[in-house]
């Protein structure tokens, strides 16, 4: 329960509301129309954001709107109404800050009583999950940041970015703190790779968006402990929360997405397949891994480089007796349009003479003991290692110079790995001294984003030296990385159950902003099966970031080692992949302006079809592909779930009627995909990789009622789209069924497609 006391003075000052109560001060800022931030200074006066930049904060102070503030008082008490032409929000005594729409219905309003758990735990269950390390309702009932919210008995909870569980996270509890855990994760997991403390909550007829800008170690309970509410806790901090509304989930992820940075346009061939192995250990490996491919007709970008190719795994080091002399290889694979990805750690090898521990160690360039007397030590994979400050500016630059080293000498995108920071001797203290910019503090503030800092600092390098479009694949991060990085969900597991926990958690890290996402297919831990790879695939088929990869030590999984059959199949769905990449660039393009990812859940666009609430073996491309895989083994009929319209099975064309459930024949070579009908999807003929040849025939996959489509086309690598160099092309069918094209935007350099060739699905 709050008791900050009563009111005792306000004033508004532009956007801002600053309150002052008997006992704490607390300031509220309207940012949008939709978007108020409720500040109580608890640790510091200083309100720091990593998530929101002063970019973002630019982007948002220029949208203009007015503010309006009243205060009222009654026999119940003093209450502080600040309007803006959408929302209310309502301050009152003891610092309780509530949410209403204009016409005064309740959206989210505190809760006013004491946190009492439902199932009280006894003290040996307390015992046995402190034993565990897991943290339980009474460790958390008293931190110094806390927000209790009230919630109704079936509102469903999405968000918090890559935890593992079900669509619908309520009535389970999860922890902020990155954390790198190898195990078979399951929906009982509270944390793992990153954190992201943005939930949505969708009332009957609101949705709105919670985001709580703290860096400390955090905590969600999602009505668990207490189906009547929800509770955000933190070791440390300040409460700062970004109420965000919106009306429907679509409108909640624009909000958050406009406040807190939208995934940048990738490069055309980073959307394209990439094969990788912790075990791909000299220049050979590499290259008969790309032959083979290419002789198989299977489609692919990259062969991927993991840490074998680092002289000792020392960062920015290159192995020249397994890998040959630097740029040798990559030139050789350009040539067969393979571009070079390798991963990147922070952990610094300490070795007298090596120059990245000599140019860290006398510039100051890495974490601090708690004494701040000399440089902190742990171990990863070069034995001894520093810690870079990510936090500094100066340090970032360092790293990016470094960074452009690798992208001079060939490398077309990097993988940022073990930046929770991982290490081998035990966690990092959070006394550990670094810094946030100009300001000293602890890893126990900096720990959650310091994979964030780590990939703002390779994203700003490479962009900058490059002129193109970086690819920086991330692990860890934070609220905000998605401006700067490309996720994946980590070590997974062969396990069916991750490949089913596969489609929620990539939902869900699209509903928190991260557009280009993917998982390790077939699994990066354990062994994987025939039948199992062949349904990851399928599953992973639509995915932005379309990557096998998997462990030294476990089954190798290069299709062509489970047999030919395999081989087809594997084939047939990185070549679906490919002639669909068209559409998914017009989504990721698309994504600029709303904000929507391309892989999204049912509900995004079916908010008032309760199956569509938390369906977890299902996903939309967009709005106009639904993809059905197969997640059970053995199961050759899937029970498919179809929303309100007509929808056309792809690619047999049989019309099904919406809102019904249907069992759809799906052996092991097959994945239900359907397509609305009045839909028009663009697509490419057959490629090896992506530049292999000029794309001068648009194919347009029709259904029938379809009248039109706006499609996206540029250059694919650089960034003069931003200056208008792309050609945007409105494309009409007529009832007769012919084509006709408008050109509504022209490059200068972006050659334009020279025909249009329709295939009809459902038309006769």
């Known amino acids: 329960m709050r008791d900050y006391g009563k009111i005792k003075t306000w004033k508004l000052d532009g956007r801002t509301v600053y309150v002052q109560f008997e006992k704490q001060k607390m300031e509220i800022t309207v940012l949008t129309d939709e978007i108020v931030n409720v500040f109580v200074p608890i640790w510091s006066e200083d309100h720091r954001s990593k998530a929101i930049e002063k970019e973002d904060l630019e982007r948002v102070y220029s949208q203009g709107f007015t503010v309006n503030a009243e205060l009222k008082k009654d026999e119940n008490g003093t209450e502080l109404v600040i309007t803006t032409g959408k929302i209310k929000t309502i301050v009152s ?179 394209g397949y990439h094969q990788c192995r912790w075990g791909y250990s000299s220049a050979k490996d590499i290259t008969e891994i790309a032959e083979k491919f290419r002789e198989l007709d299977i489609p692919c970008e990259s062969v991927q480089y993991d840490i074998d190719y680092m002289d000792g795994y020392r960062v920015f080091t290159w192995n020249e007796k397994d890998y040959g002399p630097k740029g040798e290889l990559f030139e050789k694979l350009y040539k067969k349009g393979f571009k070079p990805v390798v991963i990147i750690d922070p952990g610094t090898k300490r070795e007298e003479g090596y120059f990245m521990y000599e140019e860290g160690t006398k510039n100051g360039y890495f974490f601090r003991n708690a004494e701040d007397t000399e440089d902190y030590v742990n171990e990863v994979w070069p034995g001894e290692a520093n810690y870079p400050d990510f936090g500094r500016d100066e340090v970032r630059k360092w790293w990016g110079k470094h960074v452009n080293d690798l992208t001079d000498m060939g490398v077309a995108a990097i993988w940022n790995d073990m930046n929770e920071p991982a290490s081998f001797k035990g966690p990092l203290p959070e006394d550990v001294v670094g810094y946030d910019e100009d300001r000293k503090t602890t890893h126990r503030e900096l720990h959650n984003v310091y994979g964030h800092f780590m990939g703002k600092a390779t994203y700003e390098a490479m962009k900058e030296h490059t002129k193109k479009r970086p690819l920086v694949i991330t692990r860890a991060c934070y609220s905000g990385s998605q401006k700067y990085c490309a996720v994946w969900t980590g070590d997974n597991q062969s396990l069916w159950s991750h490949l089913q926990g596969m489609i929620p958690q990539l939902c869900t890290l699209g509903m928190c902003g991260f557009a280009v996402n993917g998982v390790d297919i077939g699994g990066f831990g354990s062994d994987t099966t025939p039948e199992l790879l062949c349904r990851w695939i399928q599953a992973s088929s639509f995915s932005t970031f379309f990557r096998n990869h998997s462990a030294n030590g476990c089954t190798r999984q290069e299709p062509w080692l489970f047999g030919d059959d395999v081989v087809d199949i594997y084939r047939k769905y990185v070549k679906l992949h490919y002639r669909f990449l068209p559409y998914i660039y017009d989504l990721m393009h698309e994504e600029q302006e709303n904000g929507l990812p391309v892989m999204r859940p049912l509900v995004m666009h079916y908010e008032d079809d309760p199956a569509t609430f938390n369906l977890n073996d299902e996903y939309l491309v967009g709005e106009k592909i639904l993809v059905s895989p197969v997640v059970n083994p053995g199961e050759r009929v899937k029970k498919v779930y179809l929303p309100e319209g007509k929808w056309v099975s792809y690619p047999d064309g049989k019309t099904y009627e919406g809102k019904n459930y249907y069992l759809v024949d799906a052996p092991l070579d097959h994945m239900p995909i359907f397509i609305k009908e009045g839909s028009i999807i663009p697509m490419y003929g057959e490629m090896s990789y992506v530049g292999e040849k000029k794309m001068g025939t648009l194919e347009l996959l029709l259904t029938k009622g379809a009248k039109n489509l706006i499609h996206y086309q540029d250059g694919g690598e650089d960034l003069s789209y931003l200056q208008g160099n792309y050609n945007l092309y409105d494309i009409k069918v007529s009832e007769a069924g012919e084509v006709s094209c408008e050109l509504l935007n022209k490059a200068e350099s972006v050659p334009q497609y020279e025909h249009f060739k329709t295939i009809c699905l459902n038309i006769d």
């Open 93 to 271: 005594d003891n610092g309780y800050v509530d949410f209403y729409t204009l016409d005064g219905k309740a959206v989210s309003r505190e809760f006013r009583g004491e946190r009492v758990p439902i199932k009280t735990l006894g003290i040996w269950e307390m015992e046995l999950l402190r034993a565990e390390g897991h943290t339980v309702a009474d460790t958390v009932l008293n931190k110094p940041v806390s927000d209790t919210r009230v919630v109704g008995k079936d509102e469903p909870i999405y968000g918090l970015g890559d935890k593992m569980g079900l669509l619908d996270k309520r009535s389970y509890e999860y922890e902020n703190w990155n954390t790198d855990d190898p195990s078979a994760h399951n929906e009982q997991y509270r944390s793992l790779y990153k954190s992201i403390p943005f939930v949505i909550c969708k009332k009957p007829e609101y949705a709105y968006g919670l985001f709580y800008d703290n860096t400390f170690h955090s905590y969600f309970d999602l009505a668990k402990e207490n189906k009547e509410y929800i509770a955000y806790s933190a070791d440390d901090g300040n409460l700062d929360l970004y109420f965000i509304g919106g009306g429907s989930i679509k409108n909640v992820i624009g909000n958050y997405t406009f406040l807190t940075g939208r995934t940048p346009l990738p490069q055309l061939w980073t959307l």
